[in-house]
């Protein structure tokens, strides 16, 4: 049977999760469903950081089988919704689009995809509907981590794929060859550095350079490298290298999703941020520090803590205390905690290892968010409920 499209809007805000979570679902959903997606983004040129070969002067494009449509302010008034209308992230759709979906027959499903959260409320909210002024009910889709949310964003592919690239110890090699890391001896730690800018990665920078064992970091251009260059003396772009006692830098240029998540399986620990590299840690079944997006009166912090107290419930009390001592060092910015921190999670990175294997099955267990979106859209326009 023809499937009637769905409509995804992305508007870019000031960084990448917005557009790198939306351009992931799409194709998820084009590539394991076979539904026809089209993604509405107002920010083509950012979007092209992502997905290096879109070209932002076109209207529409095909890529991955996901139809590309440039979000321009004067909204093509001919539009016709399909399906299902996404709005990510409470993006304001225009006001041609609220018209159309109102007058369509059938209506079409309305949702707002929300930010990922570990709060144990956005249960009680997920799925909810709103009645809005153009006669239509809006629903709100809460990702999360619990059997009742709305799940996370996960390739059906990704695990049988991460875990052949980890089993070929070739593939790392030759990514850092790829990518000009220098060798470094056979006990290095290789760690990937993409936060946002924080007063405690000096310290931290510091602990490495200073520690007994060699540590590699990679750095992909971005927000961090404002933190790293004061302490380094110089600019890192891509291709450059530095070295300070034990530590050894290399910048790295941002390359599309797929190529990120390489990186992501190569290290020994990935210091992520925001939504989407954060979860993309977590696949890589690899330790990760998560450097979460700050907000107004510390709101972030009890995010953290929300996520922390699922994440870590599978270790040892000692090592839960010290890998939640170290990311609210690094979250707050406190960069003189980090000479402590850095030893205690070395101490405890055996069973961090140990624990992040087992994690991604764990979490994953009810089902993607993909699926349970696919679900949901079923679910209602077969029974209505
Ligand atoms: C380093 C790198 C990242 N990426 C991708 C991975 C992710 O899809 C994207 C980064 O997104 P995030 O990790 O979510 O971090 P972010 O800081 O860019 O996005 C944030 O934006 C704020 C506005 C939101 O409120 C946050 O919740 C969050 O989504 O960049 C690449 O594709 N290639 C790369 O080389």
Same mark, same amino acid.
């Given at each position: %049977? ?35 997606? =089209? ?150 730690? /290789? ?81 992520? =941020? ?11 079944? =690899? ?20 996520? %922390? ?20 060092? /690094? ?20 069973? /961090? ?18 699926? =349970? ?13």
């Amino acid at each position: %049977m023809h499937k009637r499209h769905w409509d995804i809007f992305c508007t870019v805000v000031d960084n990448y999760g917005d557009i790198g979570v939306t351009w992931r679902l799409a194709r998820q959903l084009v590539a394991e469903f076979a539904q026809p997606i =089209r993604l509405w983004v107002d920010d083509l040129a950012s979007f092209a950081s992502l997905c290096p070969d879109l070209d932002p002067a076109l209207a529409t494009q095909t890529r991955d089988g996901v139809s590309i449509c440039r979000w321009d302010p004067d909204f093509d008034p001919t539009w016709q919704p399909g399906a299902l209308v996404i709005e990510a992230f409470a993006c304001q759709l225009p006001d041609a689009a609220l018209r159309a979906m109102a007058q369509a027959s059938p209506r079409p499903l309305w949702l707002n995809l929300e930010y990922l959260s570990a709060e144990a409320w956005i249960d009680d909210c997920h799925s909810l509907p709103s009645l809005q002024s153009n006669g239509l009910a809006k629903h709100f889709f809460f990702p999360g981590f619990s059997p009742r949310s709305g799940g996370l964003l996960c390739e059906g592919s990704l695990s049988a794929q991460r875990q052949a690239w980890q089993a070929d110890p070739a593939q790392r090699q030759a990514l850092f060859a790829q990518l000009g890391v220098p060798p470094q001896p056979a006990h290095c730690r /290789y760690i990937s550095l993409f936060t946002y800018e924080t007063q405690a990665l000096p310290g931290l920078l510091q602990a490495w350079a200073d520690g007994q064992d060699p540590v590699c970091l990679l750095v992909p251009e971005g927000r961090v490298l404002a933190s790293l260059q004061p302490w380094l003396g110089q600019a890192l772009p891509a291709g450059a290298q530095a070295r300070r006692g034990n530590l050894q830098l290399v910048g790295l240029p941002m390359t599309d999703q797929a190529g990120y998540d390489r990186l992501l399986w190569s290290c020994d620990l990935n210091l992520v =941020r925001g939504e989407d590299s954060f979860l993309r840690a977590q696949w890589a079944a =690899r330790p990760f520090l998560w450097h979460i997006y700050q907000q107004e009166d510390d709101i972030h912090l009890e995010k953290l803590q929300a996520f %922390m107290a699922r994440y870590a419930s599978g270790l040892s009390a000692e090592a839960r205390q010290a890998l939640l001592d170290f990311h609210l060092a /690094y979250d707050r910015g406190e960069a003189e905690q980090m000479a402590i921190q850095w030893p205690q999670w070395c101490h405890h990175s055996a069973e /961090y290892l140990s624990w992040a294997r087992r994690w991604p099955e764990q979490v994953l267990s009810g089902g993607d968010l993909a699926s =349970r979106l696919v679900q949901w859209v079923e679910n209602r326009l077969e029974y209505g409920v």
